[in-house]
């Protein structure tokens, strides 16, 4: 026992792996105070000690491949953790502790059995690298926005059925992958950092926005202008034959031979026709979300080229006048914090809880080769109002770009849906 409380005693840096450990030992609660790095792996530890606060000036704790089941609340009085990694454990819940840890930098949790984040987000302002893949998360939380330094963000092989609405405005977000979950609809909006998107083995995913997938072909083939859309990364996904009808399908795309259900963003409550498939007007909250939104707020889709000719769009917010919505109702502050699901694809005006869907089919291919293989997709459009519908269809008649898209518009119609 001297031995071990020397070793420690001599060094910044540890490494004890694979050292068979169950428990710390208690040597590291009285001699590990100058401790700026652990490394634990590969040992098999079930559980952290109350005493882990001793460790006032680690930085660094390395603990995959052990059988940690919880990580105790004090993790949170380790103040100076900058990179912890729990990867390959058991642990179903990230604790609420974790979201004071305000230096982190690098929260890396995969291979467990997370079902739930209780930690908020607001204070990890410097977090860089979130890895959740592997476990069994239903849902990511909205106040992810609240990380304004995330560059990268892997959720692989999980049970998300969406992403929040609001993760397209992390402003540098450079990857971000999604792969083999249960996604049912992707964000409408396309991103503000326009990063490296894949989504592959979404086997529920059936359409994609018109923005967001012009924003990830123009990623994936710069140097090519063609009408079919490079979604690289997109593999297992939109094969419109094999996804089940869904009970609570949003709108149902009519074909030739079979019924094609979509799901949208829950926040996006009236997407009902009226008599005669004439949309219904928008709802005071909408309107009232509107207004206040644009008072505090420039949003819009700034288009760009690159020299040979392929075009893409980037998302771009401004926040101005500092709003505060602290009068308001609580169900306008939270919309207006979580900021619109969409923009108007004419005006580019913010929607919230209404909008007017058209479903367009568009080509696209998966492969990286020469050789393509072109298949299709529903893609759909979202107009704040019918006079912006309207003018877009108007226009689009006119267009020398668009022109292509008309004859392959799809009639639909809107499952009746109430949505609390």
Not at 119 to 148: A, G, H, T, W
Request: hydrophobic letters at 40%.
């Amino acid at each position: 026992m001297e031995e071990l409380a020397a070793e420690i005693m001599e060094k910044h840096i540890l490494h004890w792996n694979c050292r068979g450990f169950t428990d710390l030992p208690e040597e590291l609660k009285t001699a590990g105070h100058q401790l700026q790095e652990i490394y634990l792996k590969w040992n098999c530890l079930v559980s952290l000690p109350s005493w882990i606060t001793n460790f006032k000036n680690l930085t660094n704790l390395y603990l995959q491949y052990n059988q940690i089941e919880n990580l105790p609340d004090e993790l949170s009085q380790v103040s100076k953790l900058k990179v912890l990694d729990v990867s390959n454990n058991k642990i179903q819940v990230l604790p609420r502790g974790i979201g004071c840890l305000s230096h982190l930098t690098h929260l890396l949790a995969s291979d467990n059995t997370l079902k739930f984040i209780r930690c908020e987000f607001q204070m990890l302002k410097l977090l860089q690298v979130l890895d959740l893949r592997n476990n069994s998360l239903q849902n990511l939380p909205e106040d992810i926005l609240e990380c304004q330094a995330l560059e990268e963000i892997a959720l692989d092989n999980n049970n998300l059925t969406m992403l929040p609405d609001n993760i397209v405005y992390l402003p540098l977000l450079e990857n971000l992958s999604v792969c083999g979950n249960n996604l049912l609809y992707l964000p409408l909006q396309p991103f503000m950092s326009n990063p490296t998107f894949t989504f592959e083995n979404n086997f529920n995913l059936n359409y994609i926005s018109l923005w967001l997938g012009q924003q990830i072909s123009f990623n994936n083939t710069r140097e090519f202008n063609d009408n079919a859309w490079n979604l690289l990364g997109a593999q297992g996904c939109f094969d419109r034959e094999s996804v089940p009808i869904m009970r609570h399908a949003d709108i149902i795309v009519k074909e030739e031979t079979s019924n094609i259900p979509l799901t949208l963003p829950l926040s996006l409550k009236n997407i009902t026709t009226g008599p005669n498939n004439q949309p219904l007007v928008p709802s005071l909250l909408e309107l009232a979300l509107r207004v206040s939104y644009n008072l505090g707020h420039h949003q819009f889709i700034e288009k760009e080229e690159s020299h040979c000719g392929s075009i893409t769009y980037r998302l771009k917010r401004c926040i101005f006048n500092n709003p505060d919505y602290k009068s308001l109702p609580l169900v306008l502050q939270h919309r207006l914090k979580v900021g619109p699901v969409g923009l108007c694809y004419c005006c580019q005006g913010p929607v919230f809880t209404y909008g007017i869907i058209w479903v367009i089919l568009k080509d696209y291919y998966c492969e990286s080769s020469a050789v393509r293989q072109l298949s299709n997709v529903l893609s759909i459009a979202v107009f704040c109002s019918v006079l912006c519908s309207v003018s877009y269809s108007n226009w689009e008649r006119q267009s020398d770009i668009q022109w292509k898209l008309e004859p392959r518009k799809l009639t639909w119609f809107c499952e009746k849906r109430q949505k609390n």
